[in-house]
């Protein structure tokens, strides 16, 4: 219906400039040429400057499809989106996260990708990554840049202590990560600072390690929270260490991942779990000599697989240059192109060609470590769940906030991601 509508108004909006005798119409194609908005959510000043030279090289090569550069916020994409999409008015090309979506796809938002795709970009990218942009068998984006969560050590710590480090190769257990973090805190120390301000994706990606699940599809399509052994792991593991262990700082709880990095530098917290991309704000931030270190996460009954909701590019349903836009994409996404976004945001390429480029493999600054654990990255285990956002922030995020603080007890989590939190899912699976 909103294309029908949009359709209508543009023929009405033709016809209307035919009559006063006005050429050209909103998407400047008079002269035969097409305009397409590409909104993207690059924020780093180096990721800014790679996209728009990206939008230069491809408009200097393509006179007759040209795109403008619309710069977007992660902080208000979702509802930015929706109102756009509402008002007829959403770009041509649209930068996101897999895990924001799902409701867009299902609400027929974005367009099928499938009868678009060259067979180059498809056969790119690995099948993990497609999945993550796959709902009720549609492809409504292509994932391009993923973050795996990793350990930043302070090394100096790390070798005076003798501990073993671990490897991509031999990781650390979860068991043993939290025998270390005990070793490294004492004397003004923690061994590591959790920053959970936002808890729940953090828990529910690392849990993949320990075979973790959470939500579970039933042979009816729908989907129901069920909290067994492995979903168990990371919560008990960092519930211990703040209030058993006193190995991890509960005043990092409520912090996000930037806040934790005084603390880092000046040798409060041993370790800091965070996402890859960090490493950029650490290089930057970093007094003169600090040393530092990547390390994998820890891993668990099926080693060190962990959830990402990779950065997609779709493109928007209403759009009336979908091939078009398909082929910015695909220029975007070349390997070479690929590799220089992934640098530019300090991420990995999903594209199997661009990963193996040897500038992303070096020891420098740990890019070997997160190239490492680029096969065992898999799809968020919310990713395609309709509800999820409601979930989160109504159910998941006080319950674990609650329970990594110790102020419920694990019976009581339980109680509320699953019984509360089944409430939420079956209003949105009538």
Known sequence: MRALVRTAAAAATALALLLTGCGGNGDGEA?????????????????????????????????????????????????????????????????????????????GYLADLRPLLPKGLTDGIPHN?????????????????????????????????GVRIPTPEKPWSWT??????????????????????????????????????LFHRGVDGKVTVAMGEGDQVVPDTIHDQVNTDHSAART???????????GF????????????????????????????????????????????SPQTLS????????????????????PANMVRLAKGDWMLPTGTEALADPSLHTADRGWATG???????????AQSVRGYPEWKDKVATPALQ????????????KKRLVTDGNRVLARYQR
């Open 176 to 213: 043993e990560f939290r025998q270390v973090t005990k070793e490294l805190s004492g004397a003004g120390r923690y061994g590591v600072a959790w920053p959970l301000k936002e808890p729940v994706s953090v828990t529910l990606n690392l849990g993949l390690s320990a075979g973790g699940e």
């Open 402 to 413: 609650e329970y990594y603080s110790g102020a419920i007890d694990a019976a009581e989590l």
């Open 129 to 161: 990554s497609w999945e993550t942009a796959t709902f009720d068998g549609g492809v409504y984006g292509v994932p391009f840049l993923q973050e795996p969560r990793v350990l930043i050590a302070n090394t100096k710590i790390l070798k005076a202590s």
């Open 31 to 107: 002269d035969g040429k097409v305009t397409l908005r590409f909104q993207s959510l690059a924020w780093q000043k180096e990721s800014v400057d790679i996209n728009k030279q990206l939008v230069k090289e491809w408009n200097a090569a393509h006179p007759d499809i040209r795109v403008e550069y619309v710069q977007g916020s992660w902080d208000s994409v979702h509802d930015q989106l929706l109102t756009s999409f509402e008002g007829g008015e959403a770009p041509d090309i649209i930068h996101d996260a897999s895990d924001d979506l799902a409701d867009f796809a299902y609400g």
């Open 371 to 381: 190239a490492a654990l680029a096969a065992s990255l898999r799809s968020a285990p």
């Open 315 to 334: 493109v928007a349903e209403d759009s009336p240059h979908k091939k078009e836009a398909v082929e910015f994409i695909d220029f975007l996404l070349r």
């Open 265 to 308: 530098f000046g040798g409060k917290y041993a370790m800091v779990p965070l996402g890859f991309s960090y490493r950029q704000q650490i290089v930057e931030q970093a007094p003169k000599g600090f040393e530092w270190t990547v390390l994998p996460a820890p891993a668990g009954r099926d080693g060190l697989a962990q959830g990402v």
């Open 252 to 262: 990092a709880l409520g912090m996000g991942g930037g806040d934790t990095l005084p």
